[in-house]
């Protein structure tokens, strides 16, 4: 069994940084992929960006070039690096961890880090 603990959230100024971390309990190796989500208000869960067990990296067209996503191994820890940030960006960020199988996956998520972006 796999659990998330996202944490680094916060109430931020527009143009600011934060950057929020996904401790995992087991091995991250395990996972085929970890994303980051948000969900704002009245909104739909969105991906934010993913990172495959390969390093691949992948970002929604709104945060290209403001966001990084990384992960440590040796920590157990993926992050999301947020700079320059943006009223939108407002939202609840969750972590999600992965294993694709052949006919199947397995899937976990965080509790949720709330950020908060207000002048």
């Known amino acids: 069994q796999v659990q998330l603990v996202e944490s680094g959230g916060g109430l931020v100024q527009p143009g600011g940084s934060l950057r929020l971390s996904c401790a995992v309990s087991?091995?991250?190796?395990?996972?085929?992929?970890m994303r980051w989500y948000r969900q704002a208000p009245g909104k739909e869960r969105e991906l934010v960006a993913g990172i495959t067990m390969f390093g691949t990296t992948n970002y929604v067209d709104s945060v290209k070039g403001r966001f990084t996503i990384s992960r440590d191994d040796a920590k157990n820890t993926m992050y999301l690096q947020m700079s320059d940030l943006k009223l939108e960006d407002t939202a609840v960020y969750y972590c999600n961890f992965r294993i694709n199988r052949i006919s199947s996956a397995d899937e976990y998520w965080g509790q949720g880090t709330q950020v908060i972006v207000s002048s």
């Open positions: 087991g091995s991250i190796t395990s996972a085929t992929v």
